[in-house]
């Protein structure tokens, strides 16, 4: 049995996943049965390719080699999330992307495309990579979304609006090949999803742009006339972003870690993406708990990982 | 039904406490029935009249009259470990023990006392403090623990060794005055723990007299530990790794065993361990079992927003 999940964040939380890989590879016992980790996703930022979440800061190139060195020497593959929907052509030749997928570039790597023009470029410019289908296309229509994990991806990420609906899911031909968000945080249903993700890509585009010009000088979050057409007032009021584990188990999309494997599993399912690129850190260690510790482990492996997370600085307590 | 219990410092651990005891008053429906925190306990370092456990550091005035204002305005008392075993009458003008009692002298705060001597000259300068007798004094046959329940301490501390004897313990008297100490780390019937104790009281005197000769230099504690007590491998046990032991008493068996036979004081030690240990024992003992990871989380968000844990 294998029960892959692909992680949220290789740069804010770069210690915070080595250390649980660590701690995967030390205390198996804690683990449920045939967890793995399939890749740790997420962006260098300022790249403009990034998209479904907003990743401020800044990285320099020896970090960012690091980062790549330290997860694929322990057999896990970076994901980069270059699924911004609004990207344009002249994007595509971003020296610091470019940068990125070259330092990358040595077959273990993956990539989540969104937009048609960036995946064209990535196939032809970067065959090594392995591509992820986004769940940020909002492909809701069972046909095309069967359609779309015919195409070559290596992975579809389905869209989670379709989390739990069984009889749509059972028809899916290739099951190993996709990807169930477990943990979305995101109303079901929500009509402002599509235009949440594009405003998240005119705000990343805007940021690098900020940082080029002004990297002193913090970023407003004030969307320049150019991507005035992606500002939304709905999208800017959302506070959905901000709930715990423990607000998200009554969603119709949310799928539990025993439905994952008394149900997902059994039915030929093994891929389980758990966001949480920009959820507070506490937050984030009790969904890895609750998703991938054995219910009756759970508190003893917190209180192990939090006490690493100490030793290692991540976590400093000065009371 | 009340479960009061005696949490562990009030200094190191302030802002962990405060923050618990704000949990416990605002979402009381995430712990179990009838708890009460009975007081924090602990010490302002440095202090000579510390024992139990040797505490460095150093708190100004203005950190303990907000400590001692924070908790006494929630009506929760401190209660000073003041149990060095091996004071001498020089050391009662301790000047900075002095200010300490001065500054809480109001009728709710308490200490915990093993030396007679202290005893008395507390007993005499400080009557407003309402004494317990301390585990530290081992009393452990049972015609010593009913002679020191004979006497007028507010609360005594049994002697762990008798923890889970209930053959012993059905026969007390003042059972609403005994407090158990439910998550010792220390071995069942250790016979090196009351030389324990005192190496920490000579210890303790040691870094005072060292902190105020040499305050910018370190206290070189190997100095001061002849028996080496420090390779104990004891005293770092977390709450995982002690509940096999014979003295542990498990939440459990407080609310269906020693509850229903009239005790109602414990203990929860954890003055020198990890906070995150202390707080995972919080949880254990006073968070219902499904309420425990949303109380936890809760806790630790709330510490994180107060920067009382950061993440760098």
Request: proline share 6%; hydrophobic share 35%.
């Amino acid at each position: 049995m294998r029960v892959r999940f692909h992680l949220p964040d290789f740069t804010q939380h770069f210690m915070f996943n080595i250390i649980f890989s660590e701690m995967l590879k030390n205390k198996p016992e804690l683990f449920r049965e045939g967890v793995e980790i399939a890749s740790v996703y997420g962006t260098f930022p300022p790249a403009i390719w990034n998209g479904g979440r907003f990743a401020a800061g800044k990285c320099d190139k020896s970090f960012i080699k690091q980062v790549i060195n330290e997860f694929n020497k322990r057999g896990i593959p970076l994901r980069f999330t270059f699924t911004n929907p609004v990207l344009e052509k002249k994007h595509v030749h971003d020296e610091y992307c470019n940068m990125i997928m070259h330092l990358a570039d040595n077959g273990m790597n993956e990539v989540i495309v969104a937009s048609p023009i960036l995946e064209d470029y990535i196939r032809n410019t970067y065959p090594n990579y392995k591509i992820t289908s986004s769940t940020c296309k909002r492909i809701t229509d069972p046909e095309k979304m069967y359609e779309e994990v015919g195409k070559d991806y290596h992975i579809v990420v389905i869209d989670y609006d379709l989390n739990n609906q069984f009889d749509i899911l059972e028809k899916i031909p290739d099951k190993k090949k996709c990807e169930l968000l477990v943990n979305a945080c995101c109303n079901p249903g929500c009509k402002f999803r599509s235009d949440h993700y594009k405003m998240i890509g005119a705000e990343t585009l805007a940021y690098a742009e900020h940082m080029k010009k002004a990297p002193g000088v913090s970023f407003d979050f004030k969307l320049p006339p150019k991507y005035a057409q992606y500002f939304k007032e709905e999208v800017e009021k959302c506070q959905c972003m901000n709930r715990a584990v423990f607000e998200i188990k009554d969603m119709r999309t949310h799928i539990s870690p025993e439905a994952i494997w008394e149900k997902y599993v059994p039915m030929g399912f093994e891929q389980f993406k758990i966001e949480g690129r920009t959820i507070e850190l506490f937050n984030l260690v009790e969904h890895y708990m609750y998703y991938m510790i054995k219910p009756e482990c759970r508190d003893e492996a917190r209180l192990l990982f939090l006490t690493r997370l100490k030793r290692q600085d991540v976590i400093d307590a000065p009371f | 039904m009340r479960v009061r219990f005696h949490l562990p410092d009030f200094s190191g651990n302030f802002k962990l406490n405060y923050m618990f005891s704000e949990l416990l008053k605002h979402r009381p429906e995430f712990f179990r029935e009838g708890v009460e925190i009975a007081s924090f306990y602990g010490v302002f370092p440095p202090c000579l009249w510390n024992g139990g456990r040797t505490q460095g550091g150093m708190t100004d005035k203005n950190f303990i009259k907000n400590v001692i204002k924070v908790f006494n305005d929630k009506g929760i008392p401190l209660r000073y470990t003041f149990t060095n075993m091996m004071l001498e009458k020089k050391h009662l003008s301790d000047d900075r023990c002095n200010m300490i009692l001065n500054l809480s002298n109001n009728g709710l705060n308490e200490a915990i006392v093993a030396s007679p001597v202290l005893e008395d000259y507390l007993r005499r300068n400080y009557p407003k403090f309402k004494l317990t007798s301390s585990t530290c004094k081992r009393l452990n046959t049972e015609e010593a623990l009913l002679a020191e329940l004979e006497k007028d301490y507010h609360i005594v501390v049994i002697d762990y060794d008798f923890n889970n004897r209930f053959d012993v313990l059905e026969k007390l008297p003042r059972k609403k005055d005994i407090e158990f100490l439910v998550n010792a780390c220390c071995e069942p019937d250790c016979p090196r723990r009351i030389e324990h104790y005192k190496s920490i009281g000579e210890q303790q005197i040691a870094y005072c007299e060292h902190i105020k000769k040499h305050p910018n230099l370190p206290f070189d504690i190997e100095k001061h530990d002849p028996k080496n007590f420090r390779a104990c491998p004891y005293s770092q046990r977390g709450i995982f790794e002690i509940r096999d032991l014979r003295t542990h008493i498990s939440p459990d068996d407080i609310w269906e065993k020693y509850v229903p036979m009239g005790f109602e004081q414990f203990k929860i030690e954890g003055r020198t361990a990890s906070p995150l240990n202390v707080l995972e024992t919080y949880m254990y003992y006073m968070a219902k079992p499904e309420c425990r990871d949303e109380a936890r989380f809760t806790l630790l968000k709330g510490m994180e927003n107060s920067r009382a844990l950061i993440f760098n």
